[in-house]
């Protein structure tokens, strides 16, 4: 069982920027995918961005290189770095892990295994 923890959600205005945070509990998979996601009330959970153990990255089209997701293999964490925020990112982020995996172009319709609890992003305009 792998846990994981989100971190470094708050409030901001729009324009902002922030950082978040995942931290994983050992785990010991050849390869493996992790990912940030996204859900807004009354909204669809939507995936912001993937990486896997082999270094290849995928992220949402609403992105448009706002965002940067990176992870520190030795401290088992993953991050998302977060730039010109605006108020159509205000959402309840997720970290999530999916074991023997690499991120395709439909990474996010894959299972993930593990899921983190949430930081909230709020952005206001």
């Known amino acids: 069982q792998v846990q994981l923890m989100e971190s470094g959600g708050g409030s901001v205005q729009a324009g902002g920027s922030l950082k978040l945070s995942c931290a994983a509990s050992?785990?010991?998979?050849?390869?493996?995918?992790m990912g940030w996601f996204r859900q807004a009330p009354g909204k669809e959970r939507e995936g912001v961005a993937g990486?896997?153990?082999?270094?290849?990255?995928r992220y949402g089209d609403f992105v448009k290189g706002r965002f940067t997701i990176s992870r520190d293999n030795a401290k088992n964490m993953l991050y998302l770095e977060m730039n010109k925020l605006t108020s159509e990112d205000t959402a309840m982020y997720y970290c999530?892990?999916?074991?023997?995996?690499?991120?395709?172009?439909?990474?996010?319709?894959?299972?993930?295994?593990?899921w983190g609890h949430g930081t909230q992003v709020t952005v206001s305009s």
């Open positions: 999530a892990l999916r074991s023997y995996c690499t991120v395709g172009s439909a990474w996010y319709r894959y299972t993930f295994d593990f």
């Open positions: 050992s785990f010991r998979y050849n390869y493996y995918c």
């Open positions: 990486i896997d153990s082999e270094g290849g990255v």
